[in-house]
């Protein structure tokens, strides 16, 4: 990507309007530096951050908005600004506009590149099919692409990038939101661990418990609590041998499998629009009236408590893990508790 760099006019930067803070990736700034930049915040069909929010953050008054793939609105505006960087542009580039589209993993690179090419390539252009492969988990796109044209009047150029992730994650809350997102691989964390931290998001976007009303029809910051409520309503119980009479089994809560269902319906839009960018989320809690917030505190502090002593609440797994997939998985649990 820097070996291009030279050759790019103008970089599209697209962050996770879900998670627009932990999403913004400074290394790019470093690599496209005294670049022109617009910044998109991507899947905005799914979030609940607005406008107020991204200004305050946008120290540096640079030019963005939201997108949502596949709205004729949004991509329209996005047409409008890069042809009014092009036309701003003195003397025009004389290859035509260079864009590179940049940014973490699965924030939509591939699926605005698609969209940008098969509504501005004019029509009767030999062909307008989808050129960049475009799926749910990050790290699809492994290489940078060809140069693919998506406009012929006025000529605009661009390449599709890979998702570039910083080195190492700023910490623990930045984590769990890229995982939730899936920009990072959310194998590699306890999903309960990531399932908990979506109940936290959830409780201070909306303390009533509405979010997640279809599984519980009470508020709770206890993540058994709601994982047992999915686990009744879908369904997911694990049946094992009696610890006191081997003869015999019993059911027990798939914890597990019920926090993996709630990543899925949170892609699913059954909790309705979120925000999970804790820095978003802080800014939130200072707007709260101070006792709201105290309470929310002290939920927190007795929670941490707890778990301190009983981490997780779970019980113990004695059993050897059998195949290298449950070795991994028993050693990302260590790792997180
Ligand atoms: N709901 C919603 N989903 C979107 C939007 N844009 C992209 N997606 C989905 O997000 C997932 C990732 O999209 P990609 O275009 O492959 O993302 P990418 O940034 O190219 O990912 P990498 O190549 O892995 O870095 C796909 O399942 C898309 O369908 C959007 O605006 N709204
Ligand atoms: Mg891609």
Redesign the pocket.
């Known amino acids: 990507m820097s070996r291009l760099a030279p050759q790019v006019d103008l970089i599209l930067e697209?962050r996770d309007a879900r998670a627009p803070i932990a999403t913004t990736n400074v290394m790019l700034d470093k690599v496209f530096k005294g670049k022109e930049k617009i910044i998109l915040y991507?899947?905005?069909?799914?979030a609940s951050t607005t406008k107020r929010e991204i200004d305050k953050w946008n120290v540096n008054k640079e030019t963005w908005t939201f997108?949502?793939?596949?709205?004729e609105k949004?991509i329209n505006q996005v047409m409008k600004l890069l042809k009014d960087k092009y036309m701003e542009m003195y003397p025009p580039p004389p290859l035509g506009l260079r864009l590179m589209?940049v940014?973490?993993?699965?924030?939509?690179?591939?699926?605005?590149?698609?969209m940008l090419r098969s509504k501005m390539l004019t029509t009767g252009y030999k062909s307008k099919k989808p050129v960049?492969?475009?799926?749910?988990?990050?790290?699809?796109?492994?290489k940078l692409s060809e140069i693919i044209r998506i406009c012929s009047e006025p000529e605009i150029l661009m390449y599709?990038?890979?998702?570039?992730l910083l080195p190492q994650v700023k910490d623990v809350t930045t984590m769990l939101t890229l995982s939730l997102i899936?920009?990072v691989s959310f194998k590699s964390i306890d999903p309960v661990i990531s399932a908990d931290y979506l109940l936290f998001a959830m409780n201070l976007m909306n303390p009533s418990g509405k979010h997640y009303s279809c599984y519980l029809n009470k508020p709770t910051n206890d993540i058994l609590e709601l994982l047992k409520a999915v686990c009744i309503k879908r369904n997911m119980f694990i049946k094992r041998k009696r610890l006191d009479d081997k003869n015999k089994y019993e059911q027990i809560y798939n914890y597990n499998e019920a926090a993996l269902q709630l990543t899925r319906d949170l892609?699913d839009?059954k909790f309705g629009k979120l925000c999970l960018d804790y820095d978003i989320l802080k800014d939130k809690i200072e707007e709260l009236p101070i006792e709201e917030k105290r309470m929310i505190v002290d939920a927190e502090k007795e929670r941490f408590d707890a778990m301190e002593k009983n981490p997780l609440n779970r019980p113990v797994d004695k059993s050897k893990p059998k195949t290298p997939q449950q070795r991994r998985a028993q050693l990302s649990n260590q790792l997180f508790q």
């Open positions: 697209l991507t899947k905005s069909d799914l997108y949502q793939n596949k709205s949004s589209i940014g973490m993993p699965n924030v939509g690179k591939s699926s605005i590149t698609n960049a492969h475009v799926s749910k988990m990050g790290g699809t796109t492994r599709d990038t890979p998702g570039v899936r920009s892609h839009l």
